[in-house]
C-alpha cells in the first residue's frame, strides 16, 4: 500500500508541476498577445498616418499638375465643357486619361457628349501624358 500511496503522490506532484508549467506558458503567452495587440494598434496608427500624409502629398501634387495643364489644349473640349469637367473632378490630363468606360458613360450622358468623343479625349490626355 505504501508503494502505490507514493506513486500517487508522485503523480500527483508531476500533475502538479505540469499545471503549473502551464499556467506559467498561458502567463507568457497572454502576455506575448497584449504586446502583440499593442504594436497591432501602434502599427494601425502608423499606417493611418502615413496614409494621410500620402494623400495630402498626392492632392498637392495633383493641384500642381492640375494647374500646369490645360484641358482646352484637347480637341473638343471648351470652356463650357471644361467648367463641366472641373465639376466632375477632372482638372488634369491624368485624370482625363484614368477613365474608365463606365466612367466615360457616365460623363457622356452628364455632358449629353458621345462616349466615342470622350474616349478620345482620354487618348490624346494620355498622348500628353507620355510624351
Known sequence: ????????EEIIL???L????CAFWMYLLRKDIKFLEEENENLKQFLHD???EFEKITF??????SKNEDLREIKGIGDKILQKLETLGINSFRDLSNLNNDTIEKIGETL???P???????E??????TH
Open 116 to 122: 466615342v468623343k470622350i474616349q478620345k479625349w482620354k
Open 18 to 21: 505540469f499545471l503549473g508549467f
Open 60 to 65: 498637392h501634387v495633383n493641384q500642381v499638375e
Open 124 to 129: 490624346e490626355a494620355l498622348e500628353k501624358i
Open 1 to 8: 500500500m505504501n508503494f502505490i500511496q507514493n506513486f500517487n
Open 112 to 114: 449629353k457628349v458621345s
Open 50 to 52: 502615413k496614409n494621410q
Open 14 to 16: 508531476v500533475l502538479a
